[in-house]
């Protein structure tokens, strides 16, 4: 199957909020034929491939399973449902993309990575951002030295958004930053503690606004605000490095990624015999680079992976263990807030 | 001297970062007669009058205790010094304005609280930000239910600015936060817990960056993002109202205030028998009204509330303890900070 | 066929650059059964339906023009065909939906409007900016009178574009301003004359950068900035009433339209005695309200008011004579061009 | 007077809107000794001086002219009186800096620049925003060959302004695009005929809304929107070049000036075999670089150039020539409005 170049078989699993996305990336892309879309609601499943398609629909999973010429499954049915859902997939030896979080729990996350190991197929996370060009840039400038050491990341998604009826703000919107994090920052900058700090103060039974606090080996921070009562839509993140910093504005259109120089050595020295006015006129004093990006979609560059990883027989960028290691700083941040927000060790190699 | 309309004599103490600006604002108040500048370092006091000024130059703080026609001494030297200065000052029966923060602990803020009550005197603490139209309009909007209950408060403060030489960013930035989140909350809303994460990520020998969340009494959080390591400017402060949101950018000229209908509640709505697709489409409903703020300088303000204080014999509306209790937040991240981020309780009411 | 609530049977001619946003709205929208997608092209024609589609795709116009089943056409073929094409699907009995610009001149598009009255067809022109949420809003704040006389219009829509082979940049970004214009006017401010000044500063052989001016009935003032060659890309349309002014940023997200109090009287007011400086302080007195506004694709709204103007039996808001006012400005344009700059009479109703 | 290190006495005539920013700069700097301010309305003199000043302030102008310690007066009178104020400073020997216009007409302008000339004095009028950081750093950039040849020029300065009222918003904030203009373009891109559009909508007896659009030799454009009706403040010049393109934002705090990679070129290369939606993806192909800029008042670098050409007995930056320049095109302008539109010859030399 994956040895020629023919376009490997795939059906996507879960037509709800996410899955439309995936029939519309992997329908197009050339590395994949799509064969079938499958949800327990058919009408869902049909008005996501559209009143015009030829993309088989079935409410059974197992048609899917069945069918040999489907080589891999994307799964975006709810998280509660991952596990048995993507084993029976890799059972029928097929390989797996999951949409995040790859499993409701680090303990059912193992078991997939497991058995996709066992089997020696592909199991690949849906950590959609690490796919835009701006995060991948970021990536490559950490990897590249261009910025320093990486020093402090702050990140900021905040938005008016939908109360979850199963799951708080964290799992719902931290699996993105910790995401990004894992996947840009250098392997001597790992997390290895985390506190979290949440309310809940429209009684909904559930932490609709929270903070995170990771630190970073060699004594670097990470910090990340996800809040789903934002009036403001807001979706940054700071990479302070010791020669560079990066701004990234997902919201801007044509700025979207920044470097500044930096300036607080020169600071520091000017403190010499001077006072902090004249230190503080001389505050910014680097240029400002913004990198042209390409325009690509995220998804397209998710399906591109994944085609990779399955034809060069190899893991992909965000693999099970990338997915393990979010869902375990979202344990440990569970944890953290259930002790009042001490800081809670994060269990490293994963 | 306080019962005429005769403006009220005035000196400064203290003519480096902040005086100057104390000095234009006290000596083009109707309300004050501008009669001295005091500074240890005469040429720097010579300095912030300029070279035409006709206003009494002296680097002995007697001078300023021994003139009776001065009846009110703003101090702007370094905090380590507020104790001994303001305290002469009270005991000379001048009114103090006193820059923030009050006293660098509040063991020595107490001494000049008590002081001035036992000798009925103002002491005013100059949290600037509190005197600005939109602060001012938010504590308005806030006591008079125009956003109903507050459930949330989100303030970032960072730039790249000035290692301090004696103290950490949460001394440095925070009491601008503390002292405005003191002054717009009402009284159902104190801070009752507080945490605290830093990080040092550049060696400076103290906290560069850090985070702040309060627990406030009903369930409502605040949370304070400062930093002196961001190579972006980001002044912002979000108010969540039961019924309003309210975002203050301070950085913005033109729409500095935005208060903003809230949406969430018919999100929940939403929920029933739809899919988080079509409530997603639904996210923000509500339309935004910018109030037209006035353009008035906050330290006009302040001078206009330290003489109507003096005038009207009444607390200013920050007042000394007022100070205190911001001390008292900072002191308590401290030990937050030693103890690895767990959350302390404030001491309520100072 | 139109009186039936059947979805009407459409097919698209012009698979090219806009060709595919018709196929996909009309291809989802419930008023339309697409049946048919013809480009001279095969090949981009199966591309502009993707690979996994049961609609039919030709070369042959005639296919279209002969399937009785078909009852409308939309037209996206390049502007220098649309006489021909168009004509052709009027004659066989099809309603039809042309992408701007209606025609290459006026004396074209006055055939394609005689020739749709004169078989009671509609005719309607794709001016989609009219359809989105802001414009449609911009109308009925100006019908209503919500903000008073309309007093002047400014329009900026620049960017990095591509050099067209055919046409200048007046002909191909201004069509956007003019159809909104012609949309949003009350009927008192129609354009009386037109003035155009333009460059080539590229040696392009064409304009590259342009400014139109309309003198509007009644004194009012329209302008345009139309531009190929600005890095940064601006999309904002002023519209001053006397009572409140309308700012439309087509690139923001959470605010694209704000409604201003309008503050010029109390200047006018404020000279009476006073200084200029003092005047200058109250520049700005009144709120801002930024209605919130539906997330609308625009060019589902064009479908909906095509399929309701052949059910109705109506003309559509933006019908051919829309489409002609737009074309005779643009002619007259050309004509101030060529002398120079003067301004030149507009032919007025058409 | 002007061959020692000895500050320059000078005085301030004028104490109305601009005169109290000439009174603090020329005040402040090391240059000057600021000996007097004059003014018919003695307490508005006083005003501007402040409670505490030692400067000297008179009605009476005859006062500068005898005090031969007076070497130099900036003159920030109305416009109609600048020809009799300066040509008597001119004859009592001191060196005049003059508020901009120069003079209400060029006939007044030449015998300024003329009487100067005789007199061997200087002659400099304060054309302040070219001694701002970002617009001395476009004219550098051009002079260099940064951005290739000029292209074009793009300038929109509107805001809710006073209705001023003696002159149009031509004459009121045009002098500042045009004064712009004319230091930052090289010498083969000088204005040669300029057209002028404008309106006024609200009956105020002169233009309110005005558009100057002039060919520069060698067939580049610039354009200048000026108008005191807007709701939204703008202040962005954009300066297109053949290799880079420049947007100057003066609203904006950290990033006043941008630098853009220019992609046209590109854009017509891929014209070849392509079709138009693949060349508007890459519509933006380059970096963009935000270099750092100084943070200096342009007040107080114009008082150093005045002092500077002073010392070094030469014309300053801004000389009475420029002045001629810009009042020449603005007289052009009012030719244009009267005569409809059409375009006309700017003098050239002056």
Request: net charge negative; glycine share 12%; proline share 9%.
């Given at each position: 199957l994956t040895n020629t170049n023919e376009p490997i078989g795939v059906a996507v699993v879960g037509a709800g909020y996410w899955g439309p996305n995936l029939i519309r990336n992997l329908g197009n892309?050339?590395?994949?034929?799509?064969r079938a879309v499958c949800d327990l609601d058919l009408d869902r499943a049909h008005k996501a491939v559209?009143?015009?398609?030829t993309v088989r629909v079935t409410s059974d999973l197992d048609e899917i399973l069945d069918d040999t010429r489907i080589g891999a499954v994307a799964v975006a049915t709810p998280p509660s449902t991952h596990l048995p859902v993507a084993l029976a997939c890799l059972g029928a030896d097929k390989h797996v993309l999951i949409e995040k979080p790859l499993a409701p729990s680090t303990a059912d996350a193992r078991k997939l990575v497991d058995e996709a190991e066992a089997r020696d197929l592909v199991l690949m996370c849906?950590?959609?951002?690490?796919?835009?060009p701006a995060v991948q840039r970021i990536r490559e400038m950490i990897r590249q030295g261009?910025?320093?050491?990486?020093?402090y990341v702050d990140s900021v998604r905040i938005n008016l958004g939908l109360i979850q009826p199963d799951i708080n703000v964290f799992w719902d919107l931290a699996p993105h930053d910790l995401s990004i994090l894992d996947f840009i920052?250098?392997?001597?900058?790992?997390?290895v503690m985390v506190a979290a700090q949440g309310a809940d103060p429209i009684a909904a039974?559930?932490?609709?606004v929270g903070y995170l606090t990771l630190q970073l080996d060699g004594g670097a921070i990470a910090h990340a605000h996800v809040n789903w009562l934002s009036p403001t839509k807001i979706r940054t993140t700071i990479v302070g490095g010791s020669t560079h910093m990066l701004v990234w504005d997902d919201l801007q259109t044509s700025q979207k990624l920044s470097m500044f120089d930096r300036g607080v050595d020169l600071r520091a020295d000017s403190l010499q015999g001077e006072t902090r006015e004249q230190a503080l006129i001389s505050y910014r004093v680097g240029d400002i680079i913004a990198p042209a990006l390409p325009e690509i979609e995220a998804l397209h560059a998710v399906a591109g992976e994944f085609e990779a990883s399955i034809r060069e027989h190899r893991a992909p960028l965000t693999d099970g263990h990338a997915g393990l290691r979010v869902l375990d700083i979202l344990e440990r941040a569970d944890d953290s807030l259930a002790s009042g927000g001490v800081a809670v060790p994060v269990s490293g190699e994963l």
């Open positions: 892309h050339p590395g994949f034929e799509l559209g009143r015009y398609s849906d950590h959609t951002f690490c796919y835009t261009v910025i320093g050491d990486v020093q920052l250098p392997d001597d900058r790992r997390p039974g559930k932490e609709c």
